[in-house]
């Protein structure tokens, strides 16, 4: 057992578990508003599945679009699938929550960006100074109530 909190890794499961919600209750009933969403994912990543032609186009990242047409939006656990339209032809995804890099609803001005995390499995964990020296910098502290609505 460690002696420390790993917020990072706390944090970024919180986000997943977030976009997990988000997909789910656009799954259930549909995409409200002008909202939409870009869905930036690593293509490498194990779990990934989508035509070759796709990955072969983009080996190594691709930023999907979720707005006007996708069908059979399904969510499960560690991974969510859809089927988008790429040149008038639909295609089939599935893609890991550990895959996705970005997830930004422009329509409200709202991103998350993901860095590197995954289970204690034996995968990729967070980058780590090999000196164990926490980094240096000036922090700053925002408050929240700049971006709450009156």
Same mark, same amino acid.
């Given at each position: 057992? =460690? ?15 977030? &976009?997990?919600?988000?997909? =789910? ?15 930036? $994912? ?14 072969? !186009? ?8 979720? !707005? ?25 995804? &599935? ?7 970005? $997830? ?5 001005? $709202? *991103?998350?960006?993901?860095? =590197? ?19 240096? *910098?000036?922090?700053? &502290? ?9």
């Amino acid at each position: 057992m =460690s002696d420390t909190l790993d917020y990072g890794h706390m944090m970024h499961l919180a986000m997943q578990g977030l &976009v997990k919600d988000i997909l =789910s209750k656009v799954a259930a009933e549909g995409l409200p508003g002008e909202h939409h969403f870009f869905i930036t $994912f690593d293509t490498t990543h194990p779990g990934v599945d989508m035509a070759d032609w796709l990955k072969e !186009q983009y080996p190594e990242e691709i930023t999907i679009v979720m !707005q006007e047409w996708f069908d059979n939006l399904a969510v499960m656990d560690d991974r969510f699938t859809v089927t988008l339209n790429f040149n008038d032809t639909p295609e089939p995804m &599935v893609i890991p929550f550990n895959a996705i890099t970005t $997830f930004v609803d422009p329509s409200v001005e $709202f *991103g998350l960006r993901f860095d =590197s995390y995954e289970d204690e499995g034996g995968a990729e964990l967070p980058d780590e100074d090999p000196d164990d020296t926490p980094p240096q *910098g000036d922090g700053e &502290v925002v408050s929240l109530d700049a971006f709450r609505k009156s």
